[in-house]
């Protein structure tokens, strides 16, 4: 594939590659990219934390394995974890404790 100059080009297409594989429910591969985006130069701050929270919903979904485990990691450690709504949730995965209703 060619390399693509343009930034904004690059950041909606790899977007777009995470709302597929969200949709085909390949949630590991989708949570990376949303995640990936989000932390990129020249992504606003509403639409970063938006895939923030989108990667981190589909880490939650995603099989279980150490995959998983590596990504919900990466996302605990981020610095927006203090404005996500289930970030107590976050944190029980990644200790791996029992989640309780």
Same mark, same amino acid.
């Given at each position: ?15 777009? /590659?995470? *709302? ?13 990219? $949303? $995640?990936? *985006?989000?932390?990129?130069?020249? *992504? ?11 990667? *981190? /919903? ?13 990504? &919900? ?9 203090? /404005?996500?709504?289930?970030?107590? &949730?976050?944190?029980?995965? /990644? ?7």
């Amino acid at each position: 594939m060619r390399e693509i100059e343009n930034k904004e080009i690059q950041l909606r297409y790899r977007r777009s /590659t995470a *709302v597929m594989q969200d949709a085909r429910r390949d949630f590991l591969n989708a949570a990376r990219n $949303y $995640y990936q *985006v989000s932390a990129e130069a020249g *992504v606003d701050a509403q639409t970063a934390m938006e895939l923030y929270n989108k990667s *981190v /919903t589909c880490a939650i979904l995603s099989d279980a394995g150490h995959q998983k485990s590596r990504m &919900l990691n990466i996302l605990y450690k981020d610095s927006r974890i203090g /404005t996500y709504p289930f970030n107590e &949730l976050l944190k029980k995965m /990644t200790m791996s404790h029992i989640i309780r209703s």
